[in-house]
């Protein structure tokens, strides 16, 4: 039902901010805060007032503008319970399968820990989008500053399950250094070699590579792989278990 707008824009040196707007509503949530000034610029562009702001996790990059942009504008933060401690100025803490309302349009949130212990994303499901912040990339996962390989693997696998046209809104344009990664461990899949040359294309003229989708990161992304045998037989682990072959391509990832 929902028909919600999404505007992206480059914040930092690579993060992009999100600004979600319900029209019949008027309800804006700022999808994480990575810099003020770029989110009032956002604002300001489309005309729209903040009324709220969703955190997917704590990190400075994600949480760092939100008593700022509350002073200004009164807005409502939403942000993971299990990082509630962590989140400046958090009015509502929220956990799998919590509902978060912007108007009158509704995300449902899904624990995903591993890059941080509370990391969640926000899935607008009459929309088909979800917000994933650093959890999944666009060929790549976060890094397991909290969490471990078990736990991203089991948040990978929940994002997995969503529909294949989702589409997937992540918090970093790092896809073409992933994607030199992703082809060193899986240089025979045919959609992750075309999928590289059109992201090169793409950044050699300074276009995003994000948004991406769910279908798309299944195809090429090889966090998402663990069943590939191209994979498996490029790391020695043919028989492995899937955490296992998770496991090994984030520590090759680290070292890459
Ligand atoms: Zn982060
Ligand atoms: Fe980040």
Redesign the pocket.
């Known amino acids: 039902m929902s028909k919600l707008q999404i505007h992206q824009f480059e914040a930092l040196s690579d993060n992009y901010g999100y600004l979600v707007h319900d029209p019949e509503s008027g309800s804006t949530a700022a999808i994480d805060t990575p810099e003020v000034s770029a989110i009032e610029a956002a604002l300001a562009e489309k005309g729209w007032t903040l009324t709220h702001i969703f955190n997917?996790?704590h990190?400075a990059?994600?949480a760092g503008g939100n008593l700022a942009l509350k002073e200004k504008y009164g807005c409502i933060i939403v942000g993971p319970k299990g990082e509630e401690k962590l989140i400046p100025g958090i009015d509502r803490a929220v956990g799998q399968d919590d509902i978060v309302e912007l108007g009158f349009a509704k995300a449902r949130v899904i624990d995903v820990p591993g890059?941080?212990r509370g990391?969640i994303a926000y899935y607008f499901g009459d929309d088909d989008v979800v917000f994933v912040?650093?959890t999944l990339f666009a060929l790549g996962c976060?890094?397991l500053?909290e969490g471990t390989p078990q736990q991203m693997w089991t948040s990978l696998s929940k994002l997995m399950a969503l529909p294949d046209d989702t589409t997937v809104y992540c918090?970093h344009e790092y896809t073409q250094s992933n994607a030199r990664f992703a082809l060193s461990v899986e240089p025979h899949n045919a959609a992750l070699i075309a999928r590289s040359k059109d992201i090169d294309e793409k950044r050699a003229r300074g276009a995003w590579t994000v948004p991406t989708s769910i279908g798309l990161e299944k195809a090429t992304n090889p966090f998402l792989r663990a069943a590939s045998n191209d994979l498996r037989a490029t790391i020695g682990l043919v028989g492995a278990a899937d955490v296992d072959v998770f496991a090994e391509t984030r520590a090759r990832k680290d070292k890459f």
């Open positions: 997917t996790h990190h990059d994600h890059h941080t990391h912040g650093d976060g890094r500053f918090a």
